[in-house]
């Protein structure tokens, strides 16, 4: 069986293959063992670390989410467990509320039912460095240390204590959004939570601010309805149905564990996250004044920077994964922190992906513009900054595709791609290659969590985009669908 290694966003594997009950029992004693040899220095003191402990509605995820309580008090923590699946970001919202030492939550995000696992949260509420979750899987391989087996320093008795941390969360939340302005001109919203965990929590204050809110896929299903439970334009063909049939001003999603969003705008249409992002910038900026670093991943769409340019706002360019962003976050004033897969966070808030904060951020554009998403893209956006065009492919990685992708892409040295000239290359995650003309590239990377390669793509024009997709896929043999 392969060791356990933290990805990008946690700890993941097939439920009863990598991710069984003795292999989650040995990440919860590592992630014991961690704290408590974190904690040493306060020896002598009376304390006894706290740790909010959650998950999603996956299969055994609340029971597992008890083990695990039960577990880390017998370790002399006390335990505050989550009285129902609770949303990730309420999870990392509540740790820094509290003033707890981390939060252990199961979920396996946007992964299909087959899989769960295991997301740690420091003190800060952001997804864990690469040095924490190294110090954890040594721990979890009993590389550690024997010493590590000690009980917390106080010697306190440990407990676990039931938890709502939705109110704080929603309350703290009312800093961010304009709430003010949704109840002027209440848009009219389909939302779709992926039986996830958003359920009752974003329709729920949608509706209490005046908003007419119909959720779809509204009950817990470990399943997803069979399908993975994803936000992205494929998985949001239903919610664009519903926003047609019924006229609504927008359609919002999260995925299963409400850190990710999904939009679809008044036409129907899927917005890309590459859209969203600089559209919701230049209003942060302009509606609400507020200023400061912007962050994205390598993976996301330049836009973005030719909006903060636009506005005088400096940008940070990182691998991907969030905790990178979360990363920033921690160390300087970010009004938007964003990448591709779905992923936001904004000044003032948790250092974590937040789908809930986004979804609701676009109604509020809808209600104080008094247009839909479209009409703003089509209207202001593209005309101000200009349009590029973004593509995301996901290739599953069987051996042979496995071995021209690494040789003619990752290790090679390319020169032209496509008949344009390769500008520079970045290895930092993957390989992205800059080309001719400005704002066109190209972004390999293998995936932290799954299986696959990610291929990325963006152009300013949809013909340049396709003799991309083409390039690339000659290469390494395989034509696989990509959404633009």
């Given at each position: 069986?392969?060791?356990?290694?933290?990805?990008?966003?946690?700890?993941?594997?097939?439920?009863?293959?990598?991710?069984?009950?003795?292999?989650?029992?040995?990440?919860?004693?590592?992630?014991?063992?961690?704290?408590?040899?974190?904690?040493?220095?306060?020896?002598g003191l009376h304390y006894q670390p706290t740790v909010c402990v959650g998950g999603d509605t996956r299969f055994l995820s609340p029971?597992?989410?008890?083990?695990?309580?039960?577990?880390?008090?017998?370790?002399?923590?006390?335990?505050?467990?989550?009285?129902?699946?609770?949303?990730?970001?309420?999870?990392?919202?509540?740790?820094?509320?509290?003033?707890?030492?981390a939060a252990v939550n199961f979920t396996a995000s946007h992964n299909p039912a087959l899989y769960n696992g295991i997301k740690f949260s420091p003190f800060h509420g952001g997804p864990a460095g690469k040095d924490v979750t190294d110090a954890i899987e040594r721990h979890a391989a009993g590389g550690a240390g024997q010493e590590d087996d000690a009980g917390p320093a106080s010697g306190a008795k440990g407990r676990v204590e039931t938890r709502d941390f939705i109110p704080a969360y929603l309350e703290d939340l009312g800093?961010?959004?304009?709430?003010?302005?949704?109840?002027?001109?209440?848009?009219?919203?389909?939302?779709?939570?992926?039986?996830?965990?958003?359920?009752?929590?974003?329709d729920a204050s949608l509706r209490r601010h005046g908003c007419a809110v119909r959720t779809i896929h509204d009950r817990r299903d470990p399943l997803f309805g069979g399908k993975r439970p994803e936000p992205c334009e494929e998985g949001l063909r239903q919610l664009s149905e519903e926003v047609v049939r019924s006229g609504a001003s927008v359609g919002l999603s999260t995925d299963g564990d409400a850190d990710r969003f999904g939009i679809v705008d008044e036409t129907g249409a899927?917005?890309?996250?590459?859209?969203?992002?600089?559209?919701?910038?230049?209003?942060?900026?302009?509606?609400?004044?507020?200023?400061?670093?912007?962050?994205?991943?390598?993976?996301?769409?330049?836009?973005?920077?030719?909006?903060?340019?636009?506005?005088?706002?400096?940008?940070?360019?990182?691998?991907?994964?969030?905790?990178?962003?979360?990363?920033?976050?921690?160390?300087?004033?970010?009004?938007?922190?964003?990448?591709e897969s779905g992923g936001m966070s904004v000044l003032g808030h948790v250092p974590e992906k937040d789908g809930i904060l986004a979804c609701l951020l676009a109604a509020e554009m809808v209600s104080a513009r008094g247009k839909g998403l479209r009409a703003q893209l089509e209207g202001d956006l593209w005309p101000t900054y200009g349009r590029l065009h973004n593509l995301r492919m996901d290739v599953d990685l069987e051996d042979d595709t496995m071995s021209l992708l690494m040789e003619r892409?990752?290790?090679?040295?390319?020169?032209?791609?496509?008949?344009?000239?390769?500008?520079?290359?970045?290895?930092?995650?993957?390989?992205?290659?800059?080309?001719?003309?400005?704002?066109?590239?190209?972004?390999?990377?293998?995936?932290?969590?799954?299986?696959?390669?990610?291929?990325?793509?963006?152009?300013?024009?949809?013909?340049?985009?396709?003799?991309?997709?083409?390039?690339?896929?000659?290469?390494?043999?395989?034509?696989?669908?990509?959404?633009?």
């Open positions: 069986m392969t060791a356990i290694r933290f990805g990008t966003s946690g700890w993941r594997g097939i439920i009863g293959r990598e991710f069984t009950f003795d292999r989650v029992e040995k990440v919860i004693d590592a992630i014991a063992a961690f704290l408590l040899a974190e904690d040493r220095p306060a020896a029971e597992l989410s008890a083990m695990a309580a039960e577990r880390l008090a017998s370790r002399g923590f006390l335990a505050l467990l989550s009285d129902r699946p609770v949303p990730t970001p309420v999870l990392s919202h509540a740790v820094r509320k509290i003033g707890a030492r800093a961010l959004i304009g709430w003010d302005r949704i109840r002027r001109c209440p848009p009219r919203v389909v939302y779709d939570p992926f039986y996830g965990t958003g359920r009752g929590v974003l899927f917005v890309q996250p590459h859209d969203y992002l600089p559209l919701l910038l230049e209003y942060l900026v302009l509606e609400k004044g507020w200023r400061g670093l912007v962050v994205r991943s390598l993976s996301t769409g330049s836009l973005m920077d030719r909006v903060a340019r636009a506005h005088d706002l400096p940008v940070l360019e990182t691998p991907v994964g969030f905790k990178y962003l979360g990363a920033a976050m921690l160390e300087q004033d970010v009004v938007l922190a964003g990448e892409l990752v290790r090679a040295e390319p020169r032209e791609l496509a008949g344009l000239p390769v500008l520079s290359v970045d290895r930092r995650d993957g390989v992205k290659l800059y080309l001719e003309p400005e704002d066109t590239w190209v972004l390999v990377r293998l995936s932290g969590t799954e299986p696959l390669a990610r291929l990325f793509f963006q152009a300013a024009d949809t013909g340049t985009l396709d003799r991309l997709v083409d390039s690339v896929t000659s290469m390494i043999s395989v034509k696989q669908d990509g959404k633009r």
